[in-house]
């Protein structure tokens, strides 16, 4: 007779298992689907910050880019003719009529509805008829450019009726005597930007407003609003961030101006009062949630109901898996790559290694027993920013470096390549793992030794320039006081030999302050008493008076702590950018800028001249920009160069620093 206790246990015990693992199942589910709504939001969130920061950074350029077409017009010759216009001198026809013909040219290139001569009164002198329907703004937009004294772009308005058009306007001051204003259609040039939006969605809107104390005035066409644009205003209930906070994206949840809960990114518009919101339905955001909460529910039926079969078939089919995984590698890894120079290793999908080569074992110093019980990520280095040892998708084979750990817990680099093979119908990882110690610690000691030359160089540098100084120019401090004296002993009827002899002191006074030139360059003092802002400055103030080229030095931030090597780096960057401006871009003015902020150092030198030639780049670059290259990288910093033929060359450093206290 069967034991019916015995019988009854053993059918409690998988009806009991069955219910706790679908228990635990229900609860993971729910976790899983809160989780879910969390990511998806998230996802969303993102999603909505990245179309901010594009259409942000597309208006902000769309922006600087009207701006620098008024700089444009300010640099050309019309500029004079609209001066004799407004003063009420003499002006014939053919000076209106190429006053005109500018304005027509701006028109057709940068896609402006008008142009007009305004005077201080706001009175159009010349333009077309277009421009009129905006005159009753025209006077704030001309002393708001007076105001500033350069090309300035104005905010949005709205022209009277009967036309009620939104316009902006780029208005260039013409002396103190009126201003020459470009009109903007926005729905043209700006509103674009607003309309695209990157994937398919209903309710996804990207909009303009700006503020008003509790409120928000809307800039753009709203979907829902029609005719919305500077007619429609709304009260924000919450307290508005500061603008510090909106500049790096601020997230909202709360309902829309038509009163729908909805998800929102709003973002600054550098320089501009605007800001810019990306917004989408919350409905929409988690429509995809309805659907998954239904597929869960039926996850959840029929995994209960094959739980008690799938365990056992699940069981046998792995035991079969790792008895053919064993059988492929026994006859396809050991035989190919055990006893190659790189290290090789195969793992299973969860990074578990399945086999190593004996370079590994002998590399990393595990035995083969404790290399086999190891997970991949366990041989990575605590350092910042590790790739994964094991590639995302089959057909990875690139090459990148990482730092691994021995068993003694010493760190060395390594360059991998990691690809997804398939051994007889079975998929493994295999990394290829090359040690490269050697490589790095010859690098690293090229890059001491560059650091010794450059060194040496400045040493070198710093004692001719103190020889010119204190040695050379002061002898001919000496002859030219002789020479005066010598002079002043010449009888007044040799006039001849007088006047050579004060010809001779003037040459000797502009070799001394030739000399004097160069020791500067050779040992800028300024560098270490002034600082680095001051230093750029003065130098850039020296190089326009030697080559006639005007050059606009404009710095930003702190630069009392900045390290010594670093500031070295950018004065001679900046000497060195300059000196190629003045051999080959043929142009009369310049740009330096010196940023410093958020722990690094930001330079740029630019120029609207020749531009570098493709046949200059690459391995046939200049001495002059492989030294730029060479200082940059020796100081941790980047450099890059950007040229176009006929259309100028921009130069750029960025350094990361830490200020000395």
Sequence with gaps: MRDTRFSI??????IASLTLGTLA????????????RASVEETMVHELSAIARVEAAQIEHWRTENVAAGNILAASRVMLTARQILAGGAVNAADRDNVLAVFNGFERQFLYSGAALVDLQGTVRIGSSATQEGAPHYQAIVQEAQRAGQATLSDLYREPPPSSRVRMAVSIPV???????????????????????????????????????????????????PGSTLNFRMRIPEKIPSDEVLAAGYV????????????????????????????????????????LSWELALLVVLI????????????????????????????????????????????????????????????????????LSLYAPALRADVPGQPPIWPAAAGDGALYEAVH????????PVEISARLIEVEGIEFRQAIIRDISERVRTENEI???????????????????????????????????????????????QREVREQSKIIQQNMGQVSEGIRRLSHELHPAVLAHAGLGSALQSYCSEFSSLTHIEVTCKTSGSFGGIPRDVALCVYRVTQEALQNVAK?????????????????????????????????????QGLGLVGIKERARLVNGAFRTRSQPNRGTTLSLTIPVEMNS
Excluded at 252 to 257: G, K, L, M, V
């Design 9 to 14: 246990r053993s059918r409690r015990i998988p």
């Design 25 to 36: 199942m229900i609860a993971a589910v729910w976790w899983y689907y809160l989780h879910q």
């Design 175 to 225: 002396a103190n005597l009126g201003a020459i204003i470009l009109i903007i259609n926005p729905a043209k040039t700006l509103y674009p930007y607003l309309a695209s939006w990157p994937a398919a969605s209903r309710t996804g809107e990207a909009a303009l407003f700006r503020r008003d104390a509790d409120y928000v005035e809307f800039l753009s066409e709203l979907r829902h609003v």
């Design 252 to 291: 909202r949840r709360a309902p829309d101006y038509y009163g729908v809960p909805c998800l929102a990114v709003i973002r600054t518009i550098q320089g501009s009062g605007w800001y810019l919101t990306t917004q989408m339905d919350t409905a929409e955001v988690n429509a995809p949630l309805t659907r």
């Design 304 to 371: 209960a109901a094959a739980n008690s079969a799938g365990v056992g078939f699940i069981w046998r089919n792995q035991q079969l898996r790792a008895h053919r995984e064993r059988k492929a590698l026994s006859g396809h890894f050991g035989s190919l790559t055990r006893y190659a120079n790189d290290i090789i290793m195969l793992a299973d999908d969860s990074g578990r290694i399945l086999d190593a080569n004996q370079r590994a074992v002998e590399t990393y110093g595990y035995t083969e027993e404790e290399m």
């Design 405 to 412: 750990r021995k068993k003694d817990g010493s760190s060395f």
């Design 447 to 493: 890059k001491a030794l560059s650091a010794r030359l450059i060194n040496a160089q400045e040493e070198e540098r710093s004692r001719i320039a103190r020889e010119l100084h204190d040695d050379i120019s002061q002898q001919i401090a000496a002859l030219s006081i002789g020479m005066s004296n010598l002079r002043k002993q010449l009888p007044a009827e």
């Design 584 to 620: 080959h871009a043929r142009v009369t003015e310049a740009q330096v800028e010196l940023i410093c902020a958020e722990g690094e150092i930001r330079l740029t030198v630019s120029d609207r001249g020749a531009g570098i030639e493709p046949s200059r780049t690459g391995t046939s």
